[in-house]
């Protein structure tokens, strides 16, 4: 089966530590993006990333970093620099040039 | 500057009756627009997509949406609600400028409830 997976599914840190998210897809995807859910607020991106070893900010990059090695990886860092970083993270991916996105299933982080 | 306003950010129908979520548009350039449901602590799955072809677009479920662009409107609609469509819903737009890749603009969701 075809399809984005995050890992893992709930995450908890303490304040002041890293965290890194995992998101693989098998679709043979070049682009893949990160966004941020809050609630009211939509999604907002954070990094994208159309082809391998290249990525640009998103709107809200502050506090966040991300890493392109493998056209099916597209992992995700929070720092201890994100001031608010309890959020639900979607992690998605689309054909090069493509309109619309596949979604994955999302992480749930909470600091603690 | 390009936007995407839901205008609604809670909807509640009783089942069976009929389904409008609202979406309306800004954007100097001929838009893409999609919407997406999302089930509570899920990823956020495609419903439907308009993409510059026939303006009535069917998607999956049974909702569709027409595309009028006098209005710059995207309203999505189902004739008769059901209990599973309980969800949120995200009205999107992709914007192509100069031929660079258009990132997804998205409206702040609509929470559709069904009461029985």
């Known amino acids: 089966d075809g399809g984005i997976t995050q890992s893992p599914k709930y995450l908890f840190r303490k304040e002041g530590q890293n965290v890194t998210l995992s998101c693989e897809q098998n679709l043979n995807h070049d682009a893949m993006y990160w966004y941020r859910q809050d609630p009211g607020q939509g999604l907002r991106l954070i990094y994208y990333?159309?082809?391998?070893?290249?990525?640009q900010k998103g709107d809200i990059a502050e506090g966040y970093s991300v890493s392109r090695e493998k056209k099916e990886s597209f992992p995700l860092t929070v720092t201890s620099a994100q001031k608010n970083p309890t959020a639900f993270y979607l992690c998605a991916s689309s054909t090069k040039g493509g309109l619309w996105q596949f979604f994955g299933p999302g992480t749930r982080l909470t600091v603690l | 500057a390009q936007s995407v306003t839901q205008l609604d950010s809670h909807v509640s129908v009783s089942e069976g009756t009929p389904v409008l979520l609202r979406c309306n548009y800004s954007?100097?350039?001929?838009?893409?627009l999609f919407w997406y449901v999302q089930h509570p602590n899920k990823g956020l799955q495609l419903l439907l997509k308009?993409?510059?072809?026939?303006?009535l677009v069917k998607g999956i479920n049974g909702f569709e949406a027409e595309f009028k662009k006098s209005e710059t409107s995207f309203h999505l609609t189902k004739p008769s609600a059901h209990m599973s469509d309980a969800a949120e819903y995200f009205c999107v737009v992709s914007f192509r400028e100069g031929g660079s890749q258009g990132n997804l603009i998205f409206g702040k969701g609509t929470k559709l409830s069904v009461k029985p």
């Open positions: 990333s159309q082809i391998v070893n290249d990525f």
């Open positions: 954007s100097s350039y001929s838009p893409s």
């Open positions: 308009y993409t510059s072809a026939a303006t």
